[in-house]
């Protein structure tokens, strides 16, 4: 398995939790009394997790992904009306010009080139439209089990450097990549912690859908992992997740 390739992981992606309705309404308020409602897009959208819940808080539009196993996944379910699928990129997304009002990346920036990924938002944006950065790592230290999980992969794979859970990443950081080159401005952070309840079944799957660990652990190792795992939460009959969405939102300066 390769870095950014998710072809055997897309059967369980569909395990992943949503992301904070309260981040994505707030920044849904946020854009649509500047720029007026209209279409958004979701970039890098995986099995449509995200896509998801923009179309629960009563979002359509664009669904973009480069992954052809992600996109079959994502055809399967029900919410897809709302969105028209396509294969692209960030960087070469083959949305037209000036089509959405909104454009968005769940868990997905870190994969982009970014100084690319951003000049092709700013096209396809209306002028004023905003372009949004969200990831939803789990809130680790508010949970005395998810550190004990965190110990067991981290014992397999002491050197271990994720490709970007979301958690780390800083506003600084964010600025230098959305920033330059003159094609945003006004970079906006928010966040909201959320909870999700699992059976350990689909929880055990979340992991499974994880790349950058499964790179670094080797097969083998990964299976180590899992089994940790697998013995850390038999007491459980569910698991219950805690989670923080942190977006990063800026303004098209066209």
């Not at 849904?28 to 890098?44: P, R, S, Y």
């Not at 997905?108 to 690319?116: C, E, M, P, T, V």
């Not at 055990?204 to 670094?216: E, F, G, H, Y």
Request: with cysteine; hydrophobic share 35%; aromatic share 12%.
């Amino acid at each position: 398995m390769k870095h950014g390739d998710f072809t055997e992981l897309a059967k369980f992606y569909g395990n992943r939790p949503g992301y904070s309705k309260v981040v994505l309404k707030c920044l849904k308020n946020h854009v649509f009394n500047v720029v007026g409602e209209g279409k958004v897009a979701d970039i890098g959208a995986g099995t449509g997790k995200l896509t998801e819940n923009l179309s629960e808080i009563g979002l359509s539009g664009f669904a973009v992904e480069p992954n052809e196993a992600m996109r079959m996944e994502a055809g399967k379910q029900s919410w897809g009306e709302k969105f028209v699928w396509s294969e692209g990129y960030a960087e070469t997304t083959g949305l037209k010009d000036n089509c959405v009002k909104w454009a968005l990346m769940g868990s997905s920036f870190h994969w982009a080139d970014s100084k690319l990924a951003v000049k092709e938002f700013y096209r396809i944006l209306v002028p004023g439209g905003f372009f949004t950065a969200i990831w939803n790592p789990r809130d680790i230290e508010s949970s005395e089990l998810h550190m004990r999980i965190e110990e067991a992969v981290y014992s397999e794979v002491p050197s271990m450097k994720r490709v970007s859970s979301g958690k780390s990443i800083s506003t600084e950081e964010m600025k230098e990549k959305l920033l330059t080159g003159g094609y945003f401005k006004d970079i906006l952070f928010v966040e909201a912690p959320h909870t999700e309840i699992m059976t350990k079944e689909r929880y055990m799957n979340t992991w499974k859908s994880v790349n950058d660990i499964q790179v670094q652990a080797g097969e083998e190792g990964f299976r180590r992992i899992l089994d940790k795992i697998e013995s850390i939460i038999s007491e459980f009959d569910e698991i219950e997740v805690p989670y923080r969405s942190r977006s990063w939102t800026v303004q098209s300066c066209k």
